[in-house]
């Protein structure tokens, strides 16, 4: 019998009602002795793709224990509640099975045992279908942190039967990268869904295409080393290529957010008919038309 004395929390909830506080206290009333972190709850509402990436890009960094992942629009209806365990079960990502939970299983080596979240002694009595989180998961976190056996959750599920996640795929396009912005942080850093090192070769500028504008992005290693309204690419945090500026929002100076298109190509000898913004596609992964 394992216990875990960490929850992590992601949701899409955000703090203006009560939903984030009610389920803690649903997980507390099981497991007092548990400590809570709250990832985040600002995910967009809705937003599952932009949710499994942010468990995903967290997840090698997450303390072992139980992650309480939910963003969940197909609440109560024939979409399955489940619990994996990873890390030879260390670790145990409950939420929908929706694709949320995909991205993070993957980058942590993989699902274990799956259990489907039905056992109805570790659920609470709801009168609705639309609060799972505080009717099934949070209740099967608080469980296991109190000590359940993982199997007395639910019975098994085929791993290969979970619903994957769905990340958009960059190519090679006429000498350049069709690529799309994964994510856009609260100071306008875009994250694309390209591998640093696919325009290495490339030199120290690129054309970032957006709209059929062009604009070069100069690559540098920290956002100290760009000038006032110039416009950069460097490795972020998670070792994944980003536009950038200095304490400035590249999203604005492009006008674009978290799944626009961008299309990157290399500045060659033609440097002055690169000098207005333009468009980048980015995603996870490449593939070569």
Same mark, same amino acid.
């Given at each position: 019998?394992?216990?875990?004395?960490?929850?992590?929390?992601?949701?899409?909830?955000?703090?203006?009602?009560?939903?984030?506080?009610?389920?803690?206290?649903?997980?507390?009333?099981?497991?007092?002795?548990?400590?809570?972190?709250?990832?985040?709850?600002?995910?967009?509402?809705?937003?599952?793709?932009?949710?499994?990436?942010?468990?995903?890009?967290?997840?090698?960094?997450?303390?072992? *224990?139980?992650?309480?992942?939910? /963003? !969940? &629009?197909?609440?109560?209806? #024939?979409?399955?509640?489940?619990? %994996?365990? =990873?890390? +030879?079960?260390?670790?145990?990502?409950?939420?929908?099975?929706?694709?949320?939970?995909?991205?993070?299983?993957?980058?942590?080596?993989?699902?274990?045992?799956?259990?489907?979240?039905?056992?109805?002694?570790?659920?609470?009595?709801?009168?609705?279908?639309?609060?799972?989180?505080?009717?099934?998961?949070?209740?099967?976190?608080?469980?296991?942190?109190?000590?359940?056996?993982?199997?007395?959750?639910?019975?098994?599920?085929?791993?290969?039967?979970?619903?994957?996640?769905?990340?958009?795929?960059?190519?090679?396009?006429?000498?350049?990268?069709?690529?799309?912005?994964?994510?856009?942080?609260?100071? *306008?850093?875009?994250?694309?869904? /390209? !591998? &640093?090192?696919?325009?290495? #070769?490339?030199?120290?500028?690129? %054309?970032? =295409?957006? +709209?059929?504008?062009?604009?070069?992005?100069?690559?540098?290693?920290?956002?100290?080393?760009?000038?006032?309204?110039?416009?950069?690419?460097?490795?972020?945090?998670?070792?994944?290529?980003?536009?950038?500026?200095?304490?400035?929002?590249?999203?604005?100076?492009?006008?674009?957010?978290?799944?626009?298109?961008?299309?990157?190509?290399?500045?060659?000898?033609?440097?002055?008919?690169?000098?207005?913004?333009?468009?980048?596609?980015?995603?996870?992964?490449?593939?070569?038309?």
């Amino acid at each position: 019998m394992s216990s875990y004395d960490t929850v992590t929390l992601l949701t899409d909830f955000g703090t203006e009602d009560e939903f984030v506080g009610v389920i803690k206290s649903v997980i507390w009333s099981v497991a007092p002795h548990v400590r809570i972190v709250d990832l985040c709850h600002e995910v967009a509402p809705f937003d599952v793709r932009g949710g499994g990436l942010m468990l995903a890009r967290s997840a090698q960094y997450l303390c072992p *224990g139980v992650v309480l992942a939910v /963003v !969940d &629009p197909g609440v109560g209806t #024939a979409r399955r509640a489940i619990a %994996v365990e =990873v890390g +030879g079960g260390q670790s145990v990502l409950i939420g929908p099975d929706n694709g949320l939970l995909a991205p993070a299983v993957a980058m942590v080596g993989g699902a274990g045992r799956v259990v489907e979240l039905t056992n109805p002694e570790v659920q609470l009595s709801a009168p609705s279908g639309t609060f799972a989180g505080r009717d099934v998961f949070a209740p099967a976190a608080g469980h296991l942190c109190a000590g359940l056996s993982f199997e007395l959750l639910g019975p098994a599920v085929d791993a290969v039967s979970l619903l994957p996640g769905l990340m958009p795929i960059s190519r090679d396009e006429d000498g350049g990268i069709e690529s799309e912005v994964l994510w856009a942080d609260r100071y *306008g850093n875009l994250q694309l869904n /390209v !591998d &640093p090192d696919e325009v290495q #070769a490339w030199g120290d500028q690129v %054309v970032v =295409v957006v +709209g059929g504008r062009r604009r070069v992005a100069r690559r540098i290693r920290t956002f100290g080393e760009l000038r006032t309204g110039e416009l950069g690419m460097l490795v972020d945090s998670y070792g994944l290529a980003a536009l950038v500026a200095n304490r400035s929002s590249a999203g604005a100076e492009l006008a674009i957010a978290a799944g626009d298109q961008v299309r990157l190509e290399p500045l060659g000898d033609d440097a002055g008919a690169a000098d207005t913004v333009g468009e980048v596609i980015v995603s996870f992964g490449r593939r070569s038309s």
